[in-house]
């Protein structure tokens, strides 16, 4: 595995995440938290040749989650949203 595909770990599909892919084509992906905006933009670009042009990313906080009287935490992460070049899409969020 090279380093790309350590930085991004997975695509985020929800309903607003297919609205920003249908109508601004940008993408969101779970990286890892340590990456910065450049990294995350080569990655990305190695792994589905695409031409990006911006990178957006945001720190996710923990969430309190519980199940019965169990009470724990859901871990933090870090979320990229990626702009990609007018004629440029990845297939790999078409479900």
Do not use: C
Not at 11 to 16: A, F, L, Q, S, V
């Amino acid at each position: 595995m090279t380093k790309a595909f350590d930085i991004i770990q997975a695509p985020i599909i929800t309903e607003k995440t297919m609205g920003l892919k249908e109508n601004f084509n940008k993408y969101t992906f779970k990286v890892a938290k340590s990456a910065n905006k450049i990294e995350i933009k080569n990655a990305i670009e190695e792994i589905f040749k695409v031409k990006v042009l911006s990178v957006n990313t945001i720190n996710v906080l923990p969430k309190r989650a519980r199940v019965g009287q169990h009470v724990g935490w859901k871990p933090a992460y870090k979320k990229a949203i990626v702009e990609l070049a007018k004629d440029n899409k990845i297939d790999a969020f078409e479900i």
